[in-house]
């Protein structure tokens, strides 16, 4: 009997660290401010490489594009960022960071975007960008002020 107890638990003991680590991995693929996959019209934020936005529509035949995490969660940044102002948006990271430590290494360029496009959004208005600052991913939200003008 104590032979039976103890290779049960053995069992036990080599299979559930292996459940568990499965069960996790499998638990955190999925991204969940990731654009829907469904063909409707989306209206999203893009930034270019020069930060400058521009509001475009994805086309209902179109399927959608598949984008990493740190992309998906830019372009609803920015569309937080136009729709209201940069201090929702910077608000938003901070939650996303603390949330999804896997996109901590992003921060500081996903903050510096959002800094030269709140100077975009206030046409070149640094004072008035500079308001929303937030102690987000160290100060990088003034850096992309400061060289978004």
């Known amino acids: 009997m104590k032979q039976l107890v103890r290779r049960i638990g053995k069992t036990i003991a080599f299979v559930l660290p292996v459940v568990l680590v499965t069960t996790g ?20 934020a893009a ?20 984008l ?19 201090g929702t948006a910077l608000a938003m990271l901070d939650r996303s960071m603390r ?3 896997s996109l901590t290494p992003h ?3 996903l903050s510096e ?16 960008a500079r308001s929303f600052a937030r102690p987000v991913c160290d100060g990088s939200f003034a850096a992309g002020v400061a060289g978004g003008h």
């Open 113 to 128: 975007a959002l800094g030269r496009a709140a100077v975009r959004k206030y046409h070149g208005n640094v004072r008035k």
């Open 68 to 86: 990493a995490p740190q992309e998906a969660l830019l372009r609803s940044l920015l569309h937080e960022l136009q729709v209201h102002d940069p």
């Open 25 to 44: 991995t499998l638990a955190v693929t999925r991204v969940p401010w990731a654009p829907p996959s469904s063909g409707q019209q989306q209206v999203l």
């Open 47 to 66: 930034a270019a490489a020069d930060g400058s936005i521009g509001i475009s529509a994805a086309p209902e035949h179109r399927p959608a594009e598949r």
């Open 107 to 109: 921060c500081t360029a």
């Open 99 to 101: 949330r999804h430590p």
